[in-house]
């Protein structure tokens, strides 16, 4: 009988031991599609997004991967990758280390944030952007900012941006940004917000002083489990309107 005690409770320690050494880990990949949507003509499948994110204990990875489709040939053909790592506070996401690189033929770019207590604190871009007729980013606005990957993970958060009422500002290593949500149109089938992209800096002096607004929506549907779900959202790259949406 003292046998049989002392294997139950060896078994209840190796057990409790195993659940204390045990991370809790997630996995989850995503795919995405992007559109053009040129002035007079329909939407073209442009690029593919591939994004996974891993989570063990409150430590993140979120990597992506963009490549073009091939169908068109106009559109930027470069292939890009990279991740953000971070950790959940609370479930806020709160960014470690950003790194983008770009690749097209012979050419290469390389783009590296750390942060430091969710503020950029170091910034590494090889070769550099040519800076001289934009408008200039300051320290402070980089270090107030996030990336763009950071930013793409929020907004297809619905916990994130429920009640549509937060500005995200972004830093991609050129341009400084602003993403406005705003008004938020409910119902049984879908949740949205407007998404207004205003310049800070980083642009042409006349594209700042213009100050045109670009204004769409970012949309969500209830999925099969009644809850909301990142649907798409429309975002502008030189003059061109991209739609993302989930596969």
């Given at each position: 009988m003292k046998h049989s005690n002392y294997n139950i409770s060896l078994i209840s320690l190796t057990i409790v031991l195993f659940l204390t050494l045990t991370k809790f880990s997630l996995s989850k990949q995503e795919n995405y599609s992007v559109f053009a949507k040129l002035p007079l003509l329909c939407e073209m499948e442009v690029q593919y997004i591939k994004t996974d994110f891993t989570s063990i204990d409150d430590k993140i990875k979120y990597s992506y991967h963009v490549s073009p489709t091939k169908i068109v040939d106009f559109f930027?053909?470069?292939?890009?990758?990279?991740?953000?790592?971070?950790?959940?506070?609370?479930?806020?996401?709160?960014?470690?280390?950003?790194?983008?690189?770009?690749?097209?033929?012979?050419f290469k770019r390389e783009i590296q944030f750390i942060y430091s207590d969710g503020l950029i604190e170091e910034v590494n871009i090889e070769p550099n952007y040519d800076t001289s007729k934009i408008t200039n980013v300051s320290d402070i606005m980089i270090q107030e900012s996030i990336d763009p990957v950071s930013m793409f993970y929020l907004i297809t958060d619905f916990e994130f941006i429920k009640n549509c009422n937060k500005t995200i500002k972004v830093y991609d290593g050129k341009r400084r940004y602003d993403l406005i949500l705003s008004k938020p149109i409910v119902n049984d089938l879908s949740y949205s917000c407007t998404l207004t992209h205003q310049k800070i800096a980083g642009y042409k002096p006349e594209k700042i002083a213009e100050n045109k607004l670009y204004v769409s929506d970012l949309i969500f549907l209830v999925n099969d489990k009644k809850s909301y779900e990142f649907n798409e959202v429309s975002l502008r790259n030189n003059n061109t309107d991209l739609i993302i949406r989930k596969n």
């Amino acid at each position: 009988m003292k046998h049989s005690n002392y294997n139950i409770s060896l078994i209840s320690l190796t057990i409790v031991l195993f659940l204390t050494l045990t991370k809790f880990s997630l996995s989850k990949q995503e795919n995405y599609s992007v559109f053009a949507k040129l002035p007079l003509l329909c939407e073209m499948e442009v690029q593919y997004i591939k994004t996974d994110f891993t989570s063990i204990d409150d430590k993140i990875k979120y990597s992506y991967h963009v490549s073009p489709t091939k169908i068109v040939d106009f559109f930027d053909n470069k292939i890009s990758s990279g991740f953000i790592l971070g950790k959940l506070e609370k479930n806020n996401l709160v960014t470690e280390e950003y790194f983008f690189k770009s690749e097209k033929e012979d050419f290469k770019r390389e783009i590296q944030f750390i942060y430091s207590d969710g503020l950029i604190e170091e910034v590494n871009i090889e070769p550099n952007y040519d800076t001289s007729k934009i408008t200039n980013v300051s320290d402070i606005m980089i270090q107030e900012s996030i990336d763009p990957v950071s930013m793409f993970y929020l907004i297809t958060d619905f916990e994130f941006i429920k009640n549509c009422n937060k500005t995200i500002k972004v830093y991609d290593g050129k341009r400084r940004y602003d993403l406005i949500l705003s008004k938020p149109i409910v119902n049984d089938l879908s949740y949205s917000c407007t998404l207004t992209h205003q310049k800070i800096a980083g642009y042409k002096p006349e594209k700042i002083a213009e100050n045109k607004l670009y204004v769409s929506d970012l949309i969500f549907l209830v999925n099969d489990k009644k809850s909301y779900e990142f649907n798409e959202v429309s975002l502008r790259n030189n003059n061109t309107d991209l739609i993302i949406r989930k596969n």
